[in-house]
């Protein structure tokens, strides 16, 4: 039991969630404080908008590519940076590889940003943009284009209206806090921020798991000092459940950065929504290790059996990355670092997807969502087989 179900649920936390915790909420501080002056001095510099938005876009999560959405919507910026973003951008799967490989994680995101770059640079020279049409006809000469429906013109990115389905109050707290896992459970948990209680245990979890994972301390003799209570499990295993409480707080939703929670209003907020966000990715990868192990342990297979190999391997990660959204990614990228896909298939995937970025892309502008995830597709197939050839 312990080894087929509980370790599966304490690697997840330990390995790769209290991890993505600590960037997640870095990255968020930095969106938080300098997230404007990229953002103004890329509507000032058109050319150099690919390079930005590959820049944007190759930073973990979907937070930097997500930005970009609402300035393409409104023209300010070409096509070919909303490209460069979406070809760049890992989504919330690229703290999956760092947490698991930091060196791995910078070589693959290097080749992102040159995927990205060339990508977006490409598309602005063919003069590709499906919605200039649309806002030349919109805007009557002399009259700048007006904002889409929905959309203000006014209103700075992190302002903008929360996405149907989604409850405005949570939106607007940029993640929720215990109170509905509270009523799931009977009331037996107390009313708690899910950024108190999240940070609460993944501060002792951190520093647990830091020594462990870096073979700095024997697990063993930490047990035994404790007298027989394993730190790593018990808190990895309570740390996985914590999560899977504020995701299902959250229903499932607002998975990853929104309009309103790419750019939070103050650091308080980052800190709420990097708990939800962790929470997020804690709960996917959790998931893809448990099947992973009960496959492996019940039935003696170990992903060698998969089709996910050469040619086919590449266009399978090619497809799998059209589908919006991190949830089905994540797990796709939990089987490259549990030993179940080649390098190639990872690759085309995490070219491929999109990640949130797509989503409010498409409430803005569907047919250039449409176009721009079928373009991301086509250097994901042509960078998977060159690296088939090369390895």
Not at 85 to 99: E, H, P, R
Not at 114 to 142: H, S
Not at 363 to 374: G, Q
Request: glycine share 12%; net charge positive.
């Amino acid at each position: 039991m312990t080894e087929l179900v509980l370790r599966p649920l304490a690697d997840a936390f330990m390995q790769v969630g209290v991890y993505v915790a600590v960037m997640v909420a870095l990255f968020g501080w930095l969106r938080w404080r300098y997230g404007d002056r990229v953002t103004d001095g890329l509507t000032r510099r058109r050319r150099l908008g690919p390079l930005v938005g590959a820049l944007l876009g190759v930073s973990p999560g979907c937070g930097g590519a997500i930005i970009l959405m609402p300035l393409y919507a409104r023209g300010k910026v070409s096509f070919g940076t909303v490209i460069a973003a979406l070809a760049a951008t890992m989504g919330d799967s690229s703290w999956v590889v760092i947490a698991w490989n930091p060196l791995f994680a910078l070589q693959i995101h290097l080749l992102l940003f040159a995927v990205g770059l060339v990508t977006g640079y490409v598309v602005d020279a063919l003069g590709i943009d499906p919605a200039r049409a649309v806002r030349r006809r919109r805007a009557p000469a002399g009259v700048p284009a007006a904002a889409p429906a929905g959309v203000p013109a006014a209103a700075p990115v992190g302002l903008a209206a929360a996405p149907a389905g989604v409850p405005a109050g949570l939106a607007a707290a940029g993640g929720p806090d215990l109170a509905g896992a509270r009523r799931l459970l009977g009331g037996l948990l107390p009313r708690v921020p899910a950024s108190t209680a999240f940070w609460g245990l993944t501060t002792p979890a951190f520093l647990v798991s830091v020594p462990v994972v870096f073979q700095l301390v024997d697990p063993g003799a930490l047990t035994d000092r404790l007298g027989g209570v394993d730190p790593y499990l018990a808190l990895g295993v309570l740390g996985t459940l914590t999560a899977m409480l504020i995701f299902a707080a959250g229903r499932g939703r607002l998975a990853d950065d929104t309009l309103e929670t790419a750019q939070a209003r103050s650091f308080r907020e980052t800190l709420r929504h990097s708990a939800h966000e962790a929470s997020f990715v804690t709960v996917w990868v959790a998931v893809a290790y448990l099947a992973w192990q009960v496959i492996t342990t019940s039935t003696g297979f170990d992903g060698s059996e998969l089709a996910l190999t050469g040619l086919l391997g590449v266009l399978v990660g090619a497809a799998i990355g059209l589908i919006p959204g991190c949830a089905v990614q994540i797990v796709f990228t939990g089987l490259y670092v549990s030993g179940g896909l080649p390098l190639p298939t990872l690759v085309a995937n995490a070219i491929s997807q999109d990640g949130d970025a797509l989503i409010p892309l498409a409430a803005m502008r569907r047919h250039s969502a449409a176009l721009a995830t079928v373009i991301t597709t086509i250097p994901a197939a042509a960078v998977g087989a060159a690296l088939l050839l090369l390895l």
